[in-house]
């Protein structure tokens, strides 16, 4: 149009950005979204071998938004991996901290305690047992 200048790239990108779009993200912000029944096993699972967790350490395993810890002695220790905060499901582990995406709670593997903000409470803890060499979590009894 005569005497209109040119639309620019950072104008359209900076109005792509600031375009919500349906669906993404929302879930991820609901306060809904963190029930205890979504986030811990209905029945017990089998997480694989017993072998897969050091001792001092943790595995996440996404699939079952399940981390499990192991203690120096041994000891095996079991959480929900959805974060208290807003329910979004953990995918990150950096040695023994959980690490969530949405917002940045952080979390202890091993106890489920919030090592940082803004989640204030806990991970769910979950039931876990050795059983022949395997690692079986689910809902707390």
């Known amino acids: 149009m005569p005497g209109r200048p040119p ?20 879930a991820a912000c609901s306060t809904g979204g963190g029930s205890d029944a979504a986030a811990t096993p209905t029945a017990p699972v089998d997480l694989g071998p017993e072998s897969a967790v050091a001792k ?18 041994g000891s095996l220790t079991a959480h929900s991996s959805i ?9 990150k582990l950096e040695g023994t901290t959980l690490i969530c995406p949405c917002h940045g709670s952080e979390f202890d593997a091993r106890t489920g305690k919030v090592l940082r903000a803004p989640a ?6 979950l039931s876990v047992q050795a059983k022949n060499g395997r690692i079986v979590a689910g809902p707390r009894k």
């Open 7 to 26: 639309t620019s790239r950072r104008t359209v990108l900076g109005a792509a950005a600031l375009t919500p779009v349906a669906g993404l993200g929302l």
């Open 56 to 73: 001092g350490g943790a595995k996440l395993y996404r699939d079952e938004n399940v981390v499990v810890g192991r203690a120096a002695d």
């Open 83 to 91: 974060c208290t905060h807003a329910g979004c499901a953990i995918n």
């Open 120 to 125: 204030t409470e806990p991970l769910t803890e």
